[in-house]
C-alpha cells in the first residue's frame, strides 16, 4: 500500500469544493468521503443523472451503497477499472491512497469530455501524436543492418578457446 500523501489530498478536497461550488464539511480526509454522498455529488455535476438516489443519511449498508453507485458511475465516464477503490478501502479506511487515486483519475478523464468545462486535476492528458511516413521513407530503413540482425563488427570468438574445454588449474 502506498503511503498517504496529505498535499495530494487536500488538492483533491479543493477540487471536488470548486467542482461542487460549495464548501466542503470540515474534517479529515477520510471522514468528508465516507458516507459517498459528496462523491455522488461530484459524478452528478461532472455527469447529470449519473446517481439517480443519494442516501443522505442512513445504516452503514446505505452509506455505502452510495459509494457503489459512484464506483459504478465512474467506471462508466471512463475511469479505468484498475484505479477504481473499493469500497471497504473508503468505508473501512483500508487504502485511502487508493481512493485518491480513483479521484485523479477522474479528475483527468474530465478532459476527454468536451460537455464538462469545470476545473481539471492532475496533469494534462497526452494528446495523440499520430506521425505518417512516406514508402520511400519506410523503405530507407531495410537497407541498415542493425546490431540484432548479426552483424557483430569484426569481433569473433577465435582464441577464446574454452569453448567445450575443461578448465586447466
Known sequence: MAPRNKEQEAEVLQWISDVLGEK??????????????????????MAP???????????NFQLMENIQRF???VKKYG???EEIFQTADLFE??????????????????????EY?????GPKMADKNERNFSEE???????ELNLQ???NKGASQAGLGSFGNSRHM
Do not use: F, W
Not at 468545462?117 to 486535476?121: A, M, Q, R, S, V
Open 117 to 121: 468545462n469545470g476545473p481539471t486535476l
Open 71 to 73: 464506483q459504478a458511475a
Open 24 to 45: 466542503l464539511p470540515p474534517g479529515p480526509y477520510e471522514d468528508v468521503l465516507k458516507d459517498g454522498v459528496v462523491l455522488c455529488k461530484l459524478i452528478n455535476k
Open 93 to 114: 479506511r483500508r487504502n485511502i491512497p487508493q481512493v485518491t487515486l480513483c479521484l485523479y483519475s477522474l479528475g483527468r478523464i474530465t478532459q476527454k469530455h468536451p
Open 79 to 81: 475511469v479505468p477499472e
Open 137 to 143: 521513407q519506410l523503405r530507407a530503413h531495410h537497407g
Open 49 to 59: 443523472g449519473s446517481v439517480k438516489k443519494i442516501q443522505e443519511r442512513g445504516t
Open 149 to 151: 540482425m548479426g552483424y
